[in-house]
C-alpha cells in the first residue's frame, strides 16, 4: 500500500558531524512535505518543509532535499548538537486530501 | 505568546468513563486536528475541523467525539466505546489554504498522555 516510511529508525552521530535523515513515499501526488522533530514527551515541532516545485530548501543549519524521480526526501542538519537528539517525522501531503500523512520517525542519537 | 496548549498533561480513565482532552489555540488558525500517538508508530488522524460548528471522521475516529463551538477550541472526548484508549494525543492547528485539498503547515501542542487505570 502506499505509505510514507523511513529507511532507518535509529541513527547515532557524533557531536560536530552532519546527520541525514531520510523519508521514502511512494504517493506520486504528493505536493507538500514536513519535517518534523519530537522530543521525548513533547509535541512535534516544525522544522522545515517544501513543496513540489522546489528540490531544496535551507534553513538555519538544516537542508531539506525533494527526489520527485525515486520519491525521496532527506533532512540535513548541519554540525550535529546534543540538543537535536530526538525523534524526527516527515508527513507529506497528498494532493487533493484535506490531511497530512506522518512516518514513523527515525530516532537521532547525538554522541557527545 | 501565541500557541497551542492543550490539557491535562496526564489524563487517568476509569473502565466505562468519557473523559474529555482539551485543545485551545489562539493562533486564529481554522483548522484544528486530533492525533493519536502509539510507541513506535506515526501519526493517526482521529478527527479534524476546518470551520466552527464543522468537523470530519479522521482515520481512527471510532470510539472518539469532538465538537468546534469556537474557533479557538476543539476538545477531544474519549467515549467508553474506545476500548484501547492508552495513548499520547496531540492536537495541531493551521491556517487554510484558499486552494482545496492544499495543507498547510500544522502546529502541534505539547500533547496529553491518557491511562487508563
Known amino acids: 500500500g502506499e505509505s510514507v516510511g523511513l529507511h532507518l529508525p535509529t541513527l547515532s552521530v557524533q557531536e560536530g558531524d552532519n546527520s541525514i535523515i531520510n523519508c521514502a513515499y511512494s504517493?506520486?501526488?504528493?505536493?507538500?512535505f514536513i519535517w518534523y522533530k519530537q522530543e521525548s514527551g513533547k509535541g512535534p515541532q516544525f522544522i522545515i518543509d517544501?513543496?513540489?516545485?522546489?528540490d531544496k530548501r535551507q534553513g538555519q543549519r538544516v537542508t531539506v532535499l525533494l527526489n520527485k524521480t525515486v520519491k525521496h526526501l532527506s533532512l540535513q542538519i548541519a554540525a550535529t548538537q546534543p540538543g537535536d537528539s530526538a525523534v524526527y517525522f516527515c508527513?507529506?501531503?497528498?494532493?487533493?486530501?484535506?490531511?497530512?500523512?506522518f512516518g514513523t520517525g527515525t530516532r537521532l542519537t547525538v554522541i557527545p | 505568546d501565541g500557541g497551542i496548549t492543550q490539557s491535562p498533561k496526564y489524563l487517568f480513565r476509569k473502565e466505562g468513563q468519557n473523559v474529555t482532552l482539551s485543545c485551545e489555540q489562539n493562533?486564529?488558525?481554522?483548522?484544528m486536528y486530533w492525533y493519536r500517538q502509539d510507541p513506535g508508530q506515526g501519526l493517526r488522524l482521529i478527527y479534524y475541523?476546518?470551520?466552527?460548528?464543522?468537523?470530519q471522521k479522521g482515520d481512527i475516529a471510532e470510539g472518539y467525539s469532538v465538537s468546534r463551538e469556537k474557533k479557538e477550541s476543539f476538545p477531544l472526548t474519549v467515549t467508553s466505546a474506545q476500548k484501547n484508549p492508552t495513548a499520547f494525543y496531540l492536537c495541531?492547528?493551521?491556517?487554510?489554504?484558499?486552494?482545496?485539498?492544499?495543507?498547510?503547515?500544522?502546529?502541534f501542542g505539547p500533547g496529553t498522555r491518557l491511562l487508563v487505570l
Open positions: 493562533l486564529n488558525h481554522d483548522a
Open positions: 504517493n506520486s501526488a504528493s505536493d507538500y
Open positions: 495541531a492547528s493551521s491556517v487554510l489554504s484558499p486552494r482545496q485539498g492544499v495543507q498547510e503547515t500544522q502546529y
Open positions: 517544501i513543496r513540489s516545485n522546489m
Open positions: 475541523s476546518q470551520i466552527v460548528n464543522d468537523f
Open positions: 508527513a507529506e501531503n497528498r494532493a487533493g486530501a484535506n490531511n497530512l500523512f
